[in-house]
């Protein structure tokens, strides 16, 4: 009987197969392109947020980067101030920062809408939610080049509130110029036809010129200069924490540069390879010209080119060719040094080399971009080039000086000079970052100069005492 009634059923079952089969609607043209349509949809989501979290992994870098250029007494400070600029960067972006740069305009300059993140509705289009994902980490960027030009002289208060006014107002305004479009915005800038990618200048430049503000009304570290003009060894305490800080930007940066397409396509591939042959030719010459200035191939130098590079592609990775890509990074390689040397001689103290690496480096790209465009350059394209790189430094340094002098004046910038020998740690968090390690005097080693890992730029000089 129990044979019997298993029979039946799986006659049933075959016997209902062509029914179902033909109740199913035939696949047609327009059927085919939705599910197409849908699948890239999906695969453009996944591409920006994978993309965001490797341009977020980026606040890692530069964290040890920074920590590995200055002392050691310094670290917890400097990785309070990398955990809270994208912290309190996210919130600012959030709050008022998206709205200023991807909002609505009727002038161009900056826009109206889409505050609070209030674009979103439970019933509506997410992909406002992958693009703020992918444009808050940009943002933090740009705050986080501020902190190494600032490091180890800065009250952790004065810092908090100007990572506020970086996220929302100074970033977002300029990037409202140039990337405005990419939302609901429409940037002046942008319509004169100004290329920047991925922020040589939108970032990097903004990044750049308000860490020249900031360490400007700051002043040097004690010690850095003396009263003849000579510069003093200021130590980095851990040049394998900064080596491994650039690799981990290295990286980021193929999310960076190749996720500002938002698109999972074929796009992509070039940007991937002239984002590294830049970085790459930068390396080698910076590591070539700090060899013929100093006598040693010199390792911060070196790290800094690659950063340089990296730099200097954003603008134009997605409009130029592999072999121009080179010849960009390779003209980066070269400026990065002399840039480090000129602050130096100038005196303006700059632990990281922020100013060079991401201002400097940032506005070569960005003209590079309109140089060695693969469609055809132009005096006109030039110009417009040029117009972005002056719109920016116009106004993104006058605005930071203006923050800077206005933070100084009211809670104040900088510590105490009991509190900066003492360390920040210390004096800022109550802490230690190696408390199983004592200070240590090496009187007979070579020293450097207190620039970025210039560790034979001036083998004549003092050597350094503090940890």
Same mark, same amino acid.
């Given at each position: 009987m129990k044979l019997k009634v298993f029979i039946l059923l799986i006659l049933v079952a075959l016997l209902s197969v062509p *029914?179902?089969?033909a109740s199913d609607p035939e696949p047609t043209v327009l059927t085919n392109k939705e599910a197409i349509d849908l699948v890239q949809t999906h695969a453009n989501y996944l591409w920006t947020l994978v993309a965001a979290a490797l341009v977020f992994f980026m606040q890692a870098g530069f964290a040890l980067v920074e920590a590995g250029f200055t002392r050691a007494k310094n670290s917890i400070n400097i990785m309070m101030k990398n955990l809270m600029d994208f912290s309190i960067g996210s919130i600012a972006f959030w709050a008022i920062g998206f709205g200023l740069m991807f909002g609505a305009t009727s002038t161009g300059w900056f826009g109206t809408t889409g505050f609070f993140l209030s674009d979103f509705t439970p019933d509506g289009d997410p992909w406002v939610l992958a693009f703020w994902m992918f444009q808050v980490v940009f943002a933090a960027t740009a705050a986080t080049i501020v902190s190494g030009a600032m490091a180890e002289r800065t009250k952790f208060t004065g810092y908090l509130l100007y990572s506020i006014f970086v996220s929302g107002l100074i970033y977002p305004v300029f990037g409202s110029w140039a990337w405005g479009s990419l939302f609901n915005g429409s940037g002046w800038l942008e319509g004169f036809g100004f290329i920047d990618f991925a922020g040589s200048t939108v970032v990097h430049s903004v990044g !750049?010129?308000? *860490? %020249? *503000? !900031? *360490?400007?009304? %700051? !002043?040097?570290?004690l010690g850095k200069y003396t009263k003849d003009g000579k510069i003093k060894p200021i130590l980095g305490h851990n040049m394998p924490m900064a080596a491994l800080g650039v690799f981990i930007l290295w990286l980021g940066w193929f999310g960076f540069n190749p996720g500002s397409t938002t698109t999972a396509d074929t796009s992509i591939a070039m940007i991937f390879v002239n984002t590294n042959l830049s970085a790459a030719a930068a390396a080698i010459l910076a590591m070539i010209v700090s060899w013929v200035k100093f006598g040693k191939p010199e390792v911060g130098m070196s790290l800094n080119g690659a950063l340089a590079g990296l730099v200097a592609i954003t603008a134009g990775c997605a409009n130029v060719t592999p072999s121009s890509a080179i010849i960009i990074g390779t003209a980066a390689g070269v400026i990065v040094v002399f840039s480090v040397m000129f602050f130096d001689k100038i005196k303006v103290d700059d632990p990281a080399g922020a100013i060079s690496v991401h201002g400097v480096c940032g506005a070569w790209g960005t003209l590079a971009a309109g140089i060695f465009n693969i469609g055809g350059t132009s005096a006109g394209l030039i110009g417009v080039q040029l117009l972005g790189i002056a719109a920016c430094f116009l106004w993104t340094f006058p605005t930071a000086f203006v923050m800077f @002098? %206005?933070?100084? @004046?009211?809670i104040g910038l900088r510590v105490s000079p009991e509190e900066e020998l003492e360390g920040l740690d210390s004096a800022e968090h109550g802490g230690i970052a190696y408390p199983d390690f004592g200070v240590s005097t090496h009187g007979s080693i070579s020293t450097t100069s207190g620039m970025p890992g210039a560790s034979s730029y001036a083998t004549a000089t003092q050597p350094a005492t503090q940890p």
């Open positions: *029914a179902t089969m !750049g010129w308000t *860490a %020249l *503000a !900031g *360490a400007i009304v %700051l !002043g040097p570290r @002098k %206005l933070i100084d @004046k009211t």
